[in-house]
């Protein structure tokens, strides 16, 4: 309630990260031996794949559902002409590109049983009964399922969902040398039984080729809800009059990463996923992105055993002593991308300063550790990559969604405005200390990252609060390197016609 009262505190945005500033770029001689450290990691178990899946579908098919709801259906020829209206555009998109999506077949047998011929629809652009048949319980019920069990892609034997297509490409990357592969996927709780059953009846198709699944699934705590407000900032209330409480957003996911106990996470969303025929060069990337984590990890745990040595056994006037502290420093600038605040950037000539300097590197480099891919910015939503400052005045890179950014403030506008790269929600975690405890990932959370939005409910307007989301706000505190991929790696598919894109036929 004092949030929604005293305001969201927004992000200390210095500068966008750029390619040289804030974002690495990945010398393509290195990536077969990224690639290949990445893959020893994997075969000793040390990678699992954690994927957020808990959405629904229903904003996949938000124009289809609302041309269908129309009191007045318009005719297929009024649809096509309706200059402006982006749901009839959309849906017309839809109709004409019909025979290509992966759930054709599933849409033809399905209005088989009710008696009506999919062919004859089409010919005579009956456009109603085909939306009834794919998006309501008449039919495939689309608008209530999960984006996971949506079919995305057609293949000679079958059409896959997004969830498939998940396990497809852990196969080959996070496999271990037994063959087994881990994955944990938070879902809601009335799609779980679906979920399992889809993933049961696919563990004898991968299982032929020696590929066995260990899949995790959970739920977003309810404990994580966040109470809402109305417009007068105190509790709102149902009509029931029990207190009305909303989900915290993907944030409140980060105590079901905390419950994995993982070692090396790779984390991508449910729906950015491609066909067979392109995968090769995703997961190039990915294992990349992997190997250059397990490189940043190994030579943070040697400074931090290093600075270790230095406290607990050379004197603080020891040339030694001097040079752990010159190398940390240098190693959390040039590799980890961390601006220490003024008074840790210089060189400290007495025994105090250089105690000081060595508390703030162990606990700069005792730290989770996250690499993130960073495409070009396509005009996609999403959050993207800044320098931010943070309380202690350290200077980081962050992950950073709009509605962080105070839009009042005419310098951070145009600091958000002028990044040129974007967050596809793409990234692998180290989750363990050097001595291989995890850590607390509580610890790390930017608290204050949480921000409101204005919504309406029974009339009334409602005051929504969501937590810091779980790869800006929640891991604000990490150490974090941005690494440019390209960006046809990033294949999300928010709308149903984004299925249509050459990358998903």
């Not at 030579?299 to 931090?304: I, K, T």
């Amino acid at each position: 309630m004092e949030i929604f009262r005293q305001g969201q505190k927004y992000a200390a945005l210095e500068r966008p990260c750029t390619p040289e500033d804030g974002i690495l770029r990945l010398d393509p001689a290195e990536m077969t031996a990224l690639a290949a450290a990445c893959d020893a990691a994997a075969g000793q178990g040390r990678m699992l794949q954690f994927v957020p899946a808990s959405g629904a579908a229903t904003r996949m098919f938000k124009s289809l559902t609302a041309v269908m709801n129309r009191s007045e259906r318009p005719a297929f020829a009024d649809l096509e002409k309706a200059a402006g209206d982006a749901d009839a555009k959309e849906t017309a998109t839809w109709f004409h590109g019909l025979r290509r999506f992966a759930f054709f077949p599933s849409l033809r047998d399905s209005l088989a049983a009710a008696g009506r011929d999919l062919e004859e629809l089409i010919e005579s652009r009956d456009y109603a009964p085909i939306l009834e048949t794919m998006l309501t319980a008449r039919g495939l019920r689309f608008s209530e399922q999960p984006k996971a069990l949506i079919p995305f892609h057609a293949y000679p034997d079958g059409p896959r969902t997004a969830f498939e297509e998940q396990l497809a490409e852990a196969a080959r990357l996070v496999r271990n040398g037994e063959g087994l592969c881990r994955l944990h996927f938070t879902v809601s709780a009335e799609h779980e039984s679906a979920i399992q059953d889809l993933l049961e009846s696919l563990r004898g198709k991968y299982a032929a080729s020696g590929i066995r699944f260990e899949v995790g699934l959970s739920l977003q705590q309810a404990a994580t809800d966040t109470l809402a407000a109305g417009a007068d900032n105190w509790p709102l209330r149902n009509a029931d009059g029990t207190l009305c409480f909303r989900p915290g957003g993907h944030g409140a996911l980060l105590g079901n990463l905390q419950r994995l106990g993982g070692d090396l996470v790779f984390i991508k969303n449910i729906d950015n996923v491609v066909p067979d025929r392109l995968r090769a060069g995703v997961l190039l990337w990915r294992r990349a992105l992997g190997g250059h984590l397990i490189g940043l990890q190994s030579r943070s745990f040697a400074h931090l055993e290093t600075l270790r040595t230095a406290r607990a056994e050379w004197g603080r006037e020891d040339e030694r002593f001097t040079e752990a502290l010159e190398a940390a420093a240098l190693f959390l600038h040039r590799d980890l991308a961390v601006r220490p605040p003024e008074s840790m950037r210089a060189h400290p000539n007495d025994a105090a300063g250089r105690e000081s300097k060595l508390r703030y590197l162990l606990d700069a480099l005792d730290r989770p550790l996250r690499v993130c891919a960073m495409v070009r910015n396509q005009g996609e939503p999403g959050g993207g990559p800044f320098w931010v400052r943070g309380r202690d005045g350290t200077l980081r890179p962050q992950i950073v969604e709009s509605a962080q950014v105070d839009a009042g403030n005419s310098g951070q506008r145009a600091i958000a405005a002028s990044a040129t790269h974007f967050n596809p929600v793409d990234l692998v975690c180290a989750l363990r200390d050097f001595q291989g405890k995890a850590y607390a990932l509580q610890d790390f959370v930017d608290a204050e990252a949480c921000f409101t939005t204005t919504k309406s409910k029974d009339g009334k307007t409602l005051r929504a609060l969501e937590l810091p989301g779980l790869w800006n706000g929640s891991m604000a505190e990490w150490n974090t390197v941005f690494v440019e991929v390209p960006v046809e790696t990033f294949n999300p598919v928010k709308t149903v016609n984004d299925l249509l894109r050459p990358n998903h036929q």
